[in-house]
């Protein structure tokens, strides 16, 4: 089977047609990234935007990299941005405003047990620390694919995963401690 | 690997609290039709972009446009 950059190089040199199947490989994938993030309905909305941006953009591509899951999540936070960007602008918001997503997104989460006691903790976190976690926790990234996609060096990655995972063990402690007690 | 990357019950426990349904296949069809408009756009374009150029090498096609993700 051929590689995502071997598919994207050759969409890139003649065949613009062999990008679809990188699409087809990755799409539940992408959606799933970014329902997590603002929920199924805009993820629903946003999936084809961010197909379309990858395809304007492939001949960006690293052909070094054989897996573009990293690649398409950073397209995909990008058109989350965006969406963000123009809902606060809709709503009448400044630009300055600090709105945290984070916010909306704690909302859709299952909040039972432990989980309950992670949210606060989460929503506590630096953005970009909790930008890697989750991009390790949730797409089941490794530190450096979590560092492609968010654009900084791989060692800031790990450090930030490490820091956040750090701040979380003692809020999971408690919160298993509280459940033995009970 | 490095203690950071080892399975940890934090990070499985963030996996159970992010897990999402599957997509609707309907809007999977849909977001690759729209796809499709855009590569079927490219390659009858590119038919004329190659008439322009012919004779004159196609300088673009080694040309990268780079869209990086960004912090």
Do not use: C, K
Request: hydrophobic share 40%; net charge negative.
């Amino acid at each position: 089977m051929d590689t995502d950059s071997v598919l994207i190089e050759r969409s890139v040199y003649g065949r613009p047609d062999a990008f679809t199947e990188v699409v087809r490989r990755h799409e539940v994938a992408v959606h799933g990234f970014l329902a997590r993030r603002a929920g199924r309905q805009v993820a629903d909305d946003l999936l084809a935007e961010v197909w379309l941006r990858a395809f304007a953009g492939r001949g960006g591509y690293d052909p070094g990299r054989p897996d573009a899951r990293p690649w398409l999540y950073g397209i995909a936070r990008n058109v989350l941005r965006l969406h963000w960007r123009a809902d606060r602008d809709d709503a009448h918001h400044a630009v300055t405003d600090s709105h945290d997503p984070w916010d909306d997104v704690v909302d859709r989460l299952d909040s039972t047990a432990q989980a309950g006691a992670l949210l606060p903790a989460l929503r506590a976190l630096p953005p970009d620390e909790r930008d890697v976690l989750l991009l390790v926790a949730w797409e089941q990234l490794t530190p450096a694919e979590a560092a492609e996609v968010l654009g900084i060096p791989q060692g800031t990655a790990r450090s930030r995963l490490h820091r956040a995972r750090a701040a979380l063990r003692p809020v999971l402690a408690r919160a298993s401690h509280a459940e033995e007690d009970a | 690997m490095t203690p950071a990357e080892h399975p940890a019950p934090e990070l499985d426990l963030l996996a159970a609290i992010g897990q999402v349904d599957p997509p609707d296949p309907i809007v999977l069809d849909a977001a690759r039709e729209t796809l499709w408009s855009a590569v079927a756009e490219e390659m009858l374009g590119g038919t004329v972009a190659e008439a322009r150029t012919r004779g004159t090498g196609n300088r673009q096609a080694g040309e990268r446009h780079r869209e990086h993700p960004g912090p």
